[in-house]
């Protein structure tokens, strides 16, 4: 699988909050990168996987008619996501089940496009998780799991925000930044693939890059098609 088009552009809030420089929101350049690279089918049936508060999810109801579900095992977080939906005008399209990634609540083959960001580093088993998405994709559906901040995300905020995350893993020992750092490998990415016998997929991305590295915060993605 190869990537496909070009990024846009987004907007930069370069705001001061509490004496840190304010990092622009990420999601609409995440959103942005899906769009462009799985090109999917703008009016079938999405599904954002780990949605939390559904922030993913907004920002591609923007840019789509598709209908979106979002999958989360936090009721609460869903019901801040319905309500967030509702205030932007999406609740006819956008909708919520509680669930997780290993056992999915969608039928087989009835999904167009898998999204997930942030969340397969908290899976209780990725492999099985990942063959759950492969399950339900329909002919010619696409999933892209992983994280990041989008490629167009201004290069600053990436290494800032990336400074940030580094010091707040690092402060919780040795052991947990060597954790951090193995769940965002793409060997360990291309290992869960294979375990989850994923006939075709690409890796995207070099994970978990230092702050000062200039690629920091473009993470890592892994994308597959039925």
């Known amino acids: 699988?190869?990537?496909?088009?070009?990024?846009?552009?987004?907007?930069?809030?370069?705001?001061?909050?509490?004496?840190?420089?304010?990092?622009?929101?990420?999601?609409?350049?995440?959103?942005?990168?899906?769009?462009?690279?799985?090109?999917?089918?703008g009016d079938g049936l999405w599904v954002d996987l780990g949605a939390g508060e559904g922030p993913v999810a907004l920002a591609l109801a923007e840019r789509c008619q598709a209908r979106i579900i979002l999958v989360d095992p936090n009721g609460e977080a869903l019901v801040a996501a319905r309500e967030a939906a509702a205030s932007k005008g999406?609740?006819?399209?956008?909708?919520?089940?509680?669930?997780?990634?290993?056992?999915?609540?969608?039928?087989?083959?009835?999904?167009?496009?898998?999204?997930?960001?942030?969340?397969?580093?908290?899976?209780?088993?990725?492999?099985?998780?990942?063959?759950?998405?492969y399950r339900v994709l329909c002919e010619g559906g696409q999933a892209m799991i992983g994280g990041g901040m989008g490629s167009n995300y201004p290069q600053w905020a990436r290494q800032e925000f990336i400074r940030r995350r580094h010091k707040g893993v690092r402060s919780k020992g040795p052991e947990a930044y060597e954790r951090f750092l193995w769940l965002r490998d793409p060997e360990t990415f291309a290992a869960w693939a294979h375990e989850a016998e994923l006939p075709e997929f690409e890796v995207v991305g070099e994970g978990g890059k230092?702050?000062?590295?200039?690629?920091?915060?473009?993470g890592i993605w892994l994308r597959f098609e039925r």
């Open 210 to 218: 230092a702050p000062e590295d200039p690629r920091a915060g473009l």
């Open 1 to 41: 699988m190869s990537k496909r088009g070009e990024g846009l552009p987004g907007s930069v809030d370069t705001r001061r909050r509490r004496g840190k420089r304010a990092l622009p929101d990420y999601y609409p350049f995440v959103a942005e990168d899906i769009v462009r690279l799985c090109r999917p089918r």
């Open 90 to 133: 999406y609740a006819d399209r956008i909708h919520t089940m509680r669930g997780r990634a290993e056992a999915l609540p969608l039928a087989d083959r009835s999904v167009d496009l898998v999204v997930s960001r942030g969340s397969i580093y908290f899976w209780d088993d990725q492999p099985r998780g990942l063959a759950e998405v």
